[in-house]
């Protein structure tokens, strides 16, 4: 069987979109560094498409901690912003997290179960997980008001360009395109771009410094079960 890899953005999936691929979703500022950085410390994480979601879940699970926000704002009724740095500093991991964001997590919800949930913190890992076992694989950088943003870019390129030094062909010109846009970069590379202005604007830099802090330093993969992001030893 050919081995493929695609490079897309979006906000919401549907199971036609996957056509036989295996789907990860990226979303670096900030959802996936969350919820992978939350369930690597021992936190559940329960993501949500919207807030009418997210509170609805936290009715069901025992002192869930509300995390996330939407169009940038935190919602009312929430505990913490979608921080990975903040989050990382807390010490009740026993709480359940329920994570919002305005398109990370309604990506991870509609692509459905069996989506990987990958970000700069786990490229090795993920890259040997879809080499072993997946031959078609589809990397979605989450859409941001219509933009696949840089961040995003950059770890999909660099999961895809592992993948084609392990034989894998692009799908497209446009993985191919990104892929060569993003190879050799570094990490940094990204700054400057929207996401990093808004956490700037918004005095919330400590995210940055997290995310730049903490590349290929965990060796798991992350995938959601229709419900929950669950750690999967890579």
Same mark, same amino acid.
């Given at each position: ?147 696949? =943003? ?8 660099? %999961? ?5 030094? =392990? ?10 395109? %990104? ?31 997290? %995310? ?18 669950? =750690?999967?030893?890579?």
């Amino acid at each position: 069987m050919d081995r493929i890899v695609k490079i897309d953005s979006a906000t919401f999936v549907n199971g036609s979109y996957r056509d036989g691929y295996t789907l990860v979703a990226v979303d670096v500022i900030r959802s996936t560094t969350t919820a992978v950085t939350g369930v690597a410390l021992g936190r559940r994480c329960f993501p949500a498409a919207s807030v009418d979601d997210a509170l609805r879940l936290a009715e069901s699970l025992d002192d869930p901690l509300l995390v996330g926000e939407s169009e940038g704002s935190m919602p009312d009724g929430f505990d913490l912003t979608n921080s990975p740095a903040q989050l990382a500093e807390r010490d009740d991991k026993e709480r359940p997290m329920v994570l919002l964001s305005t398109s990370g997590t309604r990506l991870i919800t509609s692509a459905g179960r069996g989506v990987y949930v990958a970000c700069l913190r786990n490229l090795r890992a993920q890259v040997n997980e879809l080499d072993r076992h997946h031959p078609r694989v589809l990397l979605v950088g989450a859409a941001t008001r219509g933009e696949f =943003r840089e961040e995003d870019q950059l770890c999909c390129a660099r %999961i895809a360009a592992a993948l084609l030094d =392990r034989g894998y062909e692009p799908a497209d010109e446009e993985t191919e395109a %990104i892929v060569d846009r993003w190879r050799g970069c570094p990490t940094d590379a990204f700054v400057g771009g929207g996401s990093t202005q808004y956490l700037r604007r918004t005095g919330q830099l400590h995210d940055l410094e997290f %995310i730049l802090g903490c590349v290929d330093d965990l060796d798991d993969v992350f995938v959601f079960d229709g419900a929950e992001i669950l =750690r999967n030893g890579s």
